[in-house]
């Protein structure tokens, strides 16, 4: 009779650990990663340093191949209103510290231009930014509705977690 009673608690405790939640691990977050890329103009020459990416009409946009940020920069993100503009999104980003210099180049090469965020392989929306980054958080200026950044802004959380943070 124990025997039994062991086999049930086992199967019991099997069946149970099979029900928990899929843990966020590092393929979901890769496949689900935010990156930043930066727009070429759309007669810049086809070479393996640029790409097409579909964006929301569907006319490609031409951009680096080479993300100006990805998650493994993108610490931590959290959300606010414009005080201007209601249909405005602020994503105020904090950067690891590779980030910081990486977004002290870019902020500098692209000041007053757009980029574009994707999340995995789908384009998410075009972003604006503070050129000449100094220091402290990244204010990203996007047209999303507050679901869309607060989606975003788990994804960043989430990801860094899962890539850096182990």
């Not at 062991?6 to 199967?11: F, G, K, M, P, R």
């Not at 393996?48 to 931590?76: C, F, W, Y």
């Not at 503009?85 to 602020?90: E, G, L, Q």
Request: hydrophobic share 40%; proline share 4%.
């Amino acid at each position: 009779m124990t025997t039994i009673k062991s086999l049930l608690i086992v199967a019991l405790g099997l069946f149970l650990s099979s029900c928990e939640s899929h843990d966020w691990d590092k393929d979901d977050a890769l496949q689900e990663m935010v990156q930043l890329f930066a727009i070429l103009p759309a007669n810049a020459p086809d070479s393996q340093l640029t790409r097409s990416v579909p964006g929301a009409d569907g006319k490609p946009i031409k951009v680096n191949r080479i993300p100006m940020l990805t998650n493994l920069e993108l610490a931590h993100a959290e959300t606010r209103y414009h005080d201007r503009d209601d249909d405005m999104m602020i994503l105020k980003v904090n950067l690891s510290g590779l980030g910081e210099n990486k977004w002290r180049l870019a902020s500098a090469n692209y000041a007053g231009y757009r980029v574009v965020m994707m999340v995995g392989e789908e384009f998410k929306c075009f972003v604006k930014f503070d050129p000449y980054y100094q220091k402290g958080t990244v204010n990203l200026y996007c047209y999303l509705t507050s679901a869309e950044a607060d989606e975003v802004c788990s994804l960043i959380k989430k990801n860094y977690k899962a890539l850096v943070r182990k």
